[in-house]
């Protein structure tokens, strides 16, 4: 588990993470989600230690980072994956690392063989792919078997085989009651694989909730969609039972305060033909962008 607690960094005039509690829980996958600069990166080096927070704290199953007897044990960290000795073989470097814990040799060939990078192991860093290094870097976290994962960006780089994989592994890593917590900008990918959602603007917390909460916040929930061949017949029922109508084209309605079920029985008692009705599901990337809309940094020119 990770909890931070009103968690504040600052470096100089600039306010990196502010004020800042979460809970990333066991048994779940949590995705840290927040535009850039919004103080991600530095809230994962608060937790593993790297920095020291202004005021605040971060714990990992209760206890600090620095306060850990043997960290790579409790928490596995992937935060760069080029971040790697490039002279030395992908072996050479996980056996380094495991040396440093007591971890047995045994083990570096077992993580080497979770994350499919057997035939390079033996091969320098320096000519890895970033696919390659991002392997290597979910190897390095998992080596100490640790009951809580932290992973910045995991799918990046990856092409859409290793895409799946990250997603299973962080799947199953969940279901053996791990904690784990990932970054990523690709919120198509982080719907699929995440539980809970974090989601931080401007170093402060947007939203802290699971992701049917979140899918909720998106503009499209609970807004059906219908397509019709008689709109003249089905707007004014619709109106009638409460809801609000937009017509998107000429024969389709978006239609809100209405059920589904309802459209499809006004329909029939309005004796317009339905062609198409539909549930339009809320999107991840929806509702992050219209909780962050006032927390990104860098903008292109133009209003959202
Ligand atoms: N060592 C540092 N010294 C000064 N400012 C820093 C330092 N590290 C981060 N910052 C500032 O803190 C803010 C948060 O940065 P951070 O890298 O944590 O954001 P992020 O959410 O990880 O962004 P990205 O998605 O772009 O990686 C930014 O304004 C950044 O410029």
Redesign the pocket.
């Known amino acids: 588990m990770i909890e931070a607690q009103a968690l504040t ?1 600052r ?2 005039p ?4 502010d004020g800042l509690s979460f809970t990333a829980l066991p048994g779940t996958v949590t995705g840290f989600l ?12 608060l937790v593993l230690g790297l ?1 020291r927070p202004t005021s605040g704290t971060v714990t990992i199953g209760g206890r600090r980072y620095a306060d850990l007897d043997a960290p790579l044990r409790t928490v596995g960290a992937m935060l760069d994956a080029r971040s790697v000795h490039p002279g030395r073989t992908a072996f050479r470097h996980l056996l380094a690392l495991a040396r440093t814990h007591g971890i047995p040799r045994s083990r570096v060939d077992e993580v080497i063989g979770m994350t499919g990078l057997e035939s390079v192991a033996g091969r320098r860093v320096k000519g890895f792919s970033l696919g390659m290094s991002q392997r290597l870097g979910i190897a390095a976290a998992l080596l100490g078997d640790p009951g809580t994962l932290m992973l ?2 995991p799918v990046n780089g990856l092409d859409p085989d290793g895409v799946l994989w990250v997603r299973k592994l962080v799947r199953d890593l969940a279901a053996e009651g791990r904690t784990v917590f990932l ?1 990523s ?1 690709l919120m198509h990918e982080l719907a699929l694989c995440a539980d809970r959602v974090v989601i ?1 603007g401007r ?1 402060r917390l947007l939203a802290d909730a699971s992701m049917p909460e979140i899918l909720h916040q998106s503009e499209r929930a609970g807004l059906v969609r219908v397509r019709t061949s008689d709109p003249a017949l089905l707007v004014p029922a619709l109106l009638q039972l409460g809801g609000d109508v937009v017509a998107q084209q000429d024969d389709v309605l978006h239609v809100r305060h209405v059920s589904l079920e309802d459209v499809g029985v006004a329909a029939g008692r309005a004796g317009a033909t339905v062609l198409e009705l539909a549930a339009e599901a809320g999107s991840l990337e929806e509702a992050y962008l219209r909780l962050t809309a006032d927390s990104v ?1 860098y903008q292109a020119g133009g209003a959202r």
């Open positions: 960094k470096y100089g600039t306010t990196a993470v927040g535009p850039n600069g919004a103080g991600k990166s530095t809230t994962m080096r920095e910045d960006e970054s900008h931080i170093g940094q």
